[in-house]
C-alpha cells in the first residue's frame, strides 16, 4: 500500500523514531533519518534499514536550525524523489522547578520539541500538495493533554504541538493529506532503561519498583508502551484506512488521561 513511497522522520537514529523508520521500510517506504549520535551507529542503522529493500539516507540537520530543517526536506526530495510522509519525533527533555528552569534549556526545548515540527511541515506541505497526498504524524505525548510539575517547557511543547497539528490539519483537509499526533505515556527506551539504575539507587528502592511506583505510577496498566506499538500507530494513520482520521491526537498511554 505503501511501497515506493518516501518518509522523513526527524529523530530518528534510535528510540521512538528508529522504530518508525524501520515499520515503514518493512512496508517498502524510501526512508531518510535524522538524529544525532556516532557516525558508525548510525550507519549501521542505515544501512540495515536499505537490507529491508529500501532506500535510506541520513541528514544531520539540527533541529534548532530551520535552514538546515529546509536543506533537509529539499535533500529528501531529491535524493528520494518525494517526500509524501513526515514524522517530527525529534524531541529533548529537562526538568526543573519553573524558578530555577535555565533560559537555554527552555530555548532548545521549545525549538527541538516545537518549532522544528512547524519548520519541516512549512517545507513539506506543498511537495505533498503538489504529489496530492500526504501523511504528516507528530510525536506528542500524553504531555500534550495533561500536564506534570517540573517539566513547563516540555509540556508547553508538546501542547503547542497539539495546536499545531489541528491547524495544520485544517489548512490540508481538501488537499488529501492527514495530520495526527501520536500521543505516547512511558515509553521503554534505551533511554529511559538507563535511568532506571540511578534512580533506584538514589530513591532506595528496586529497579522494579522504580518502574512500577516512579516511572509507571500515572499509567494505569502498569506497563511501559513499546516502540514497535508506536510505530505500528503511525503505519496505520499512513494508510489509506486512516484516510479520514485527520487533526486528531491520539493517546497510547496505558489509560493515563482517561
Known amino acids: 500500500m505503501l511501497k515506493g513511497k518516501s518518509a522523513v522522520i526527524t529523530g530518528s537514529t534510535s528510540g521512538i523514531g528508529l522504530a518508525y523508520a524501520k515499520a515503514l521500510a518493512a512496508e517498502g517506504v524510501n526512508v531518510m533519518i535524522n538524529g544525532f549520535g556516532k557516525p558508525e551507529e548510525i550507519e549501521f542503522e542505515r544501512k ?12 544531520a540537520a539540527d533541529m534548532t536550525k530551520p535552514a538546515e530543517i529546509a536543506e533537509m526536506i529539499a ?36 525549538a527541538i520539541n516545537l518549532s522544528s515540527a512547524f519548520h519541516a511541515c512549512k517545507h513539506a506541505v506543498p511537495l505533498m500538495k503538489e504529489a496530492g497526498w500526504g501523511r504528516i504524524v507528530n510525536t506528542a505525548s500524553a504531555h500534550a493533554k495533561v500536564a506534570s510539575p517540573f517539566k513547563a517547557a516540555y509540556v508547553a511543547a508538546k501542547h503547542g504541538i497539539a495546536g499545531l497539528t489541528k491547524t495544520v490539519a485544517l489548512e490540508v483537509a481538501e488537499n488529501n493529506i492527514t495530520v495526527n499526533a501520536i500521543c505516547p505515556g512511558y515509553v521503554w527506551t534505551p533511554l529511559v532503561e538507563k535511568q532506571i539504575p540511578d534512580t533506584a539507587k538514589s530513591r532506595g528502592m528496586t529497579e522494579e519498583e522504580v518502574k512500577r511506583d516512579v516511572l509507571l ?29 485527520t487533526g486528531t491526537l491520539i493517546s497510547m498511554d496505558g489509560g493515563w488521561t482517561a
Open 48 to 59: 540495515g534499514l536499505e537490507g529491508l529493500g529500501v532506500k535510506a539516507v541520513y541528514s
Open 75 to 110: 535533500t529528501a526530495k531529491a535524493e528520494l524523489g518525494s517526500v509524501d510522509i513526515l514524522i517530527n519525533n525529534a524531541g529533548i527533555q529537562y526538568v526543573s522547578p519553573i524558578e530555577e528552569f535555565p533560559d537555554e534549556k527552555w530555548d532548545a526545548i521549545i
Open 217 to 245: 505510577a500515572a499509567q494505569p496498566t502498569k506497563k511501559f508502551v513499546t516502540v514497535e506499538q508506536v510505530a505500528s500507530l503511525a503505519l496505520y494513520l499512513c494508510s489509506d484506512g486512516a484516510e479520514s482520521i
